[in-house]
């Protein structure tokens, strides 16, 4: 866009033109797993612009925002996720606002649905016996690929995906005495934590992990390098994994009828979409993206003992969070996490 001080920005730039610059705007100013978070609620609300003929952003309104929003709500999506929505929709709206898109004052008239604490945990979270098919099936018919190595190690370790893909080779202890995961932050060769330095820590792997690490090396990894001449533990023939990558990869082994050749949403296998083709398979209700692994992977913790202050320093989140977002326990798991303490009364 080239401005002209004798034209009016908001009657000649479009949506879309918006959203573009928007995003350009946070890159490199902001985390890019936030600029990620922009994307999806603001290409749809672009996409329902360009359906109601909003032609350009001086005719985006209050009104509009509320049709968009009553739309989302209207497709059964979770409350969690129609606050997320909302939330960084107004995040794009407050941008247009500072560079005289919109009139002013209309990201102050948006507003973002509450949560109670209950629902601002999401339903998202990956079972111990879903993890243990997808395990299962690894370890008998993919064993020591990288989407066993890689699923082992988020499973186990309860780390970010982004963590997960930063690791190089040399993150990786491999004594059998002291097996560790080094997760260091390396934002100016690419690999930033989302913590940053302070999301720097050394994790303790058990023997099991170990052992499909160091299989997984040296039969199946790709000796690559990035383009900064690191050797990143989880490798493509291009180089270090990117998330996206390892999206389209691991949600397809999450599909019930891969893991146990069955429906339990009673549909033919041979029939279904989701089943068929890699691409639709996140269609599939039983399917499970990255970060409900995370979640899967703490709430097993702590259904496993773990205090949670050491938890939060492990998987680097705290203990506030945790609770809020992350402790996916049922009120029956809350309580047999207090029976040991009984005797003690």
């Known amino acids: 866009m080239n401005p002209n001080p004798n034209e009016d920005v908001d009657e000649i730039v479009s949506p879309r033109q918006a959203r573009r610059q928007f995003l350009a705007s946070k890159k490199g100013v902001v985390k890019d797993s936030t600029v990620r978070a922009y994307r999806f609620p603001t290409k749809h609300f672009i996409e329902f612009c360009e359906e109601h003929e909003i032609e350009t952003t001086g005719d985006i309104s209050g009104y509009v925002i509320e ?16 606050h997320n ?101 390396r934002k100016s060769a690419g690999t930033a934590l989302k913590n940053g330095n302070s999301g720097e820590r050394d994790v303790t792997i058990s023997e099991s992990l170990r052992k499909t690490l160091v299989d997984y090396i040296e039969a199946k ?13 989880f490798t493509t023939i291009n180089g270090r994994v990117p998330r996206q990558r390892a999206y389209k990869t691991l949600v397809p082994i999450t599909r019930p009828c891969v893991l146990t050749n069955d429906c ?39 259904n496993r003992g773990w205090p949670k202050e050491k938890l939060s320093e492990r998987v680097d989140v705290s203990v506030a969070v945790l609770d809020k977002h992350y402790d996916a326990r049922t009120k029956d798991q809350e309580r047999e996490g207090r029976k040991e303490y009984i005797d003690l009364l």
């Open 264 to 302: 339990p949403h009673e549909r033919v296998i041979n029939d279904c979409e989701a089943a068929q083709s890699v691409d639709k398979a996140p269609s599939c209700p039983s399917s499970v993206s990255l970060h409900p692994i995370r979640r899967g992977s703490i709430t097993y913790h702590i």
């Open 67 to 82: 049709s968009w929003k009553q739309q989302r709500r209207s497709e059964n999506i979770k409350i969690v996720t129609l």
């Open 221 to 233: 990894r790709e000796r690559m390098e990035d383009e900064y001449g690191r050797d990143p533990l």
């Open 85 to 185: 929505n909302v939330k960084h929709l107004r995040v794009f709206v407050r941008w247009c606002e500072s560079v005289d898109l919109v009139e002013q004052g209309l990201a102050d008239k948006i507003t973002v649905p509450n949560l109670s604490n209950e629902q601002a945990r999401s339903d998202d979270t990956l079972r111990l016996d879903h993890a243990e098919d997808v395990l299962r099936y690894l370890k008998t018919y993919e064993y020591g690929s990288r989407n066993h190595a890689l699923f082992h190690t988020l499973w186990h370790t309860g780390c970010r995906i982004s963590g997960a893909l930063a690791l190089d080779i040399n993150d990786f202890i491999q004594t059998r005495e002291n097996p560790i995961l080094q997760f260091r932050n």
